[in-house]
């Protein structure tokens, strides 16, 4: 019963096959197999930062990168930034950066946010632009992505920072 209701759920709001599905935890379910998998290299992005300078995944080679993709308008987004800024101070002259990738389309208003919560990392707004997004299948925020130092996938549903394990993990990465 509960597998015919949600195929009709599914349905109704316009899922077809292959697509995920953004759980309230942020994490994603799939019902297909995983087109991204840790060792394939991640897809590229070019987006403008706080300075309006393009930043690309190429760019940031040579350290870890630990990708998170918010919105200001996101409740659950905004209740990670405390920790991104703690597991960024903790994580502070390792080679990793931090790269905040806002989906927000209001570029003023980003940019006031990030300067009034005086956020640290790499700060990206993809100010519409959603290929990314479509490339790792994300249909809901949070959701964090963590890259090696070559720009191939580690995790693409990777832990938030909240959570202590995502801290640990970190501090196992190899020549990190």
Sequence with gaps: MTKIYMFFVLVLLGFSEGQAIASTS????KNVADTLKAG???????YRDVNGKIVTLKSLRGKYVYIDV????????CAEIPHLKELERKMRG?????????VDESRKAWLKYVKDNK???VQLNAEGKEEFM???HINGIPRFI?????????????TRPSDPETLKRLLELKGI
């Design 26 to 29: 942020g994490s994603v379910e």
């Design 40 to 46: 394939m290299a991640s897809p590229d992005f070019r």
């Design 70 to 77: 918010w919105a200001m308008w996101c409740g659950p987004c």
């Design 94 to 102: 390792k080679k990793i950066v931090f790269v905040s990738m806002s």
């Design 119 to 121: 956020m640290g990392g």
């Design 134 to 136: 479509k490339a790792y």
């Design 146 to 158: 963590l890259l090696d130092k070559k720009g191939k996938i580690v995790d693409a549903d990777m």
